[in-house]
């Protein structure tokens, strides 16, 4: 907090020592106190979304308070965890930027009570495991955030930082909580220590000179090489952190939660020609409305532009006439994907197929609002089959409940390995194919309310060795009733703890305090999170923690 020790840091103090024991203390360390910059910054600013402070530092604390206590509430630990915070400049463009960056600062092995022998942990999880601070003196967690978001238009065309805390984010804004959310959650154990250029694991010696694997690695699995990154040597390794959609997290815990998170994969149901029903994968496109079962169906017919070899419909078709009402089918390659898509639907077609035209499924990608029709991909593989059957395919979008976007067909939710390395994404992060979108992954999205939800991350950490909360969310010794976290990694009494931090911290009486706590209460309540007797209980809580 400040040097000069506000009220504001008195009373965030105050409330942390009050942190449930069934919780885990995360205890920030404002690296920017006495700098006028940063979390230590005066400017004036209005209160937005819940959050109450009214000096830019002051939000920017109030933030990262809110998300210490999230992920206090949620995680399990007798030793507090010492995060330093801080705001730097770092790398932005027009169109890009680092928002933060974060990670453990030490880390340990073959310890009483290890996960496992010969294995790296990162330093709040070995303090969590031996009960005692393995790092005195020290921060457990170093995380920075880039000072140059900030209305700039040469950083993300002039975004800001959005301080709120009720997941409303406004167009051309960034939100600071879910960064920080996410961030943390690095720091406690989303993170690997791989060297994914190499393939070498952390700290080789005399005795493993691929070095020793650490409690995420262990978890990792390539389906194409059908071994677990552990027993990899190197260059399998380097490969397989390059080798997209294909390496995935073996642990039982994020495999239990995955089906009550991630939405069933998308499906072409092939119902006519006799000998082809059945349903083949699709992949989703980001051209043209979003695709839901029932709204891409008829009849498949194969596009024809006249242009050489095949059908990429990368000129205007030929076979308008045969197209027109039915369903385009187009290969892949020679232009982009909206281009195809705005040639099939100028010829009529009511949604556009595109088929592989390499080995894998296709997604089709690109931004464009000129198309109107859906747009799907299939595999080469499938491609070719309706291609040979045509005319006369008949097929319709359905969903497969025995698989789900964003893992592989063992229900194994896939890691961020895509084919260029992107050194502070690549592995250490779920896959952008996820959805809905993940907290841990590697781009902060629009959908994400890490106000409320932290989906599949705890379950990842409970898969890494930790321990996370089983009960309900306490307001001092009261409890609530709600639980903390549940299966799905909906948090909603984690963001109760988190609330009564910040009511108690600005409330002028113990009653403002209360009826705070009330209005929030309400909130979820609209929202179909708690019932009214959950509400009930909080605002009781909330009146007995004096």
Not at 12 to 35: K, Q, R
Request: aromatic content about 6%; glycine content about 12%.
């Amino acid at each position: 907090m400040s040097r000069n020790k506000s009220a504001l840091a008195i009373a965030l103090v105050a409330a942390f020592a009050a942190a449930p024991l069934s919780a885990a203390e995360l205890v920030v360390v404002n690296l920017d106190a006495g700098t006028g910059a940063g979390l230590d910054d005066p400017t004036p600013r209005a209160p937005e979304g819940g959050n109450p402070a009214t000096t830019l530092g002051e939000q920017r604390q109030v933030v990262y308070a809110y998300a210490a206590r999230m992920w206090g509430a949620i995680m399990q630990s007798e030793v507090p965890i010492i995060v330093g915070a801080r705001f730097i400049p770092q790398a932005c463009t027009a169109t890009g930027a680092v928002l933060g960056s974060a990670g453990t600062t030490s880390v340990f092995r073959d310890f009483p009570g290890a996960i496992a022998p010969g294995t790296w942990h990162n330093v709040a999880l070995t303090e969590a495991i031996v009960g005692f601070d393995a790092n005195p003196g020290a921060l457990d967690i170093s995380s920075q955030f880039n000072s140059r978001i900030s209305g700039d238009p040469a950083c993300l065309g002039g975004a800001d930082w959005y301080y709120g805390l009720d997941g409303q984010t406004p167009a051309g804004s960034v939100n600071f909580l879910n960064v920080v959310m996410h961030e943390i959650g690095h720091g406690i154990g989303f993170q690997s220590f791989l060297n994914v250029s190499t393939g070498s694991m952390f700290a080789p010696d005399a005795a493993n000179p691929s070095g020793y694997p650490d409690v995420y690695l262990r978890n990792a699995f390539n389906n194409t090489l059908g071994k677990a990154f552990p027993v990899m040597n190197n260059a399998e390794r380097a490969f397989s952190v390059r080798d997209a959609g294909r390496t995935v997290w073996t642990g039982g815990n994020v495999a239990s939660a995955a089906p009550d998170f991630l939405d069933p994969r998308l499906a072409i149901n092939i119902s006519a020609p006799a000998g082809l029903e059945g349903p083949r994968e699709a992949g989703r496109s980001t051209l043209g409305p979003f695709v839901t079962p029932g709204s891409f169906s008829g009849e498949v017919v194969v596009a024809d532009d006249g242009i050489g070899a095949g059908g990429d419909a990368c000129e205007p078709l030929a076979n308008a006439a045969a197209v027109a009402g039915r369903i385009a089918l187009v290969d892949r390659g020679t232009c982009t994907f909206d281009v195809k898509a705005l040639n099939a639907q100028s010829a009529g077609a009511s949604g556009v197929l595109v088929a592989n035209n390499v080995a894998g499924l296709v997604e089709p990608g690109g931004v464009n609002a000129a198309v109107a029709i859906p747009v799907l991909g299939l595999s080469q593989a499938d491609g070719n089959v309706v291609r040979a059957a045509s005319p006369g395919v008949q097929v319709e979008a359905i969903t497969d409940p025995d698989r789900l976007v964003g893992a592989d067909d063992a229900g194994r939710v896939r890691l961020n390995t895509p084919t260029t390395l992107a050194p502070g994404s690549t592995f250490s992060h779920y896959d952008t194919a996820l959805s809905p979108n993940a907290l841990m992954e590697p781009s902060i999205t629009g959908t994400l309310r890490a106000d409320l939800d932290v989906d599949l991350t705890p379950a990842l950490f409970r898969d890494t060795g930790w321990g996370t909360n089983p009960g309900n969310a306490r307001l001092g010794n009261c409890d609530t009733g709600v639980p903390v976290v549940d299966p799905a990694g909906v948090a909603v009494g984690a963001s109760i703890e988190a609330r009564s931090l910040i009511c108690r911290a600005f409330a002028p009486n113990h009653g403002k305090y209360v009826g705070c706590m009330a209005a929030y209460a309400d909130g979820l309540v609209a929202q179909g999170l708690i019932e009214g007797r959950d509400k009930g209980r909080v605002t009781s809580c909330a009146a007995r923690n004096k």
